[in-house]
């Protein structure tokens, strides 16, 4: 079982970056592929981008795709989302999530496949 804790939400004009982080507790923190996904006002839950467990391999939505940056420490048993190039439409509150399953299974891409989840952090895009 892991527990996740995110922080670095806030407020940024379109074009600026934020960087959001993840902390893990758990001696098993290494074992499960890592994701954020997000959730806008009205909208349901989205996946952003997720790593694997060595860190060798991440996707992204396209929606974000060459703006947003997933990396992880396991020694440090963080996860980040470095977001650069902002827009107003990526107002949401961002979620890490932890999948059981191994990567090349390919199951980060559903939200209902993670098995667990912080409690999120708001990311407020102004135009």
């Known amino acids: 079982q892991v527990q996740l804790v995110e922080s670095g939400g806030g407020l940024v004009q379109a074009g600026g970056s934020l960087r959001l982080s993840c902390a893990a507790s758990?001696?098993?923190?290494?074992?499960?592929?890592m994701g954020w996904c997000r959730q806008a006002p009205g909208k349901e839950r989205e996946f952003v981008a997720a790593?694997?467990?060595?860190?060798?391999?991440?996707d992204y939505a396209d929606s974000v795709k060459g703006r947003f940056t997933i990396s992880r420490d396991n020694a440090k048993n963080t996860v980040s989302l470095q977001m650069n190039s902002l827009k107003p439409e990526d107002t949401a509150i961002y979620y890490c999530?932890?999948?059981?399953?191994?990567?090349?299974?390919?199951?980060?891409?559903?939200?209902?496949?993670?098995?667990?989840w912080g409690q999120g952090t708001q990311v407020t895009v102004s135009s």
């Open positions: 758990g001696r098993t923190f290494s074992r499960y592929t």
């Open positions: 790593i694997s467990w060595s860190g060798h391999s991440t």
């Open positions: 999530a932890a999948d059981e399953s191994p990567y090349y299974s390919g199951t980060y891409y559903w939200v209902k496949e993670y098995d667990y």
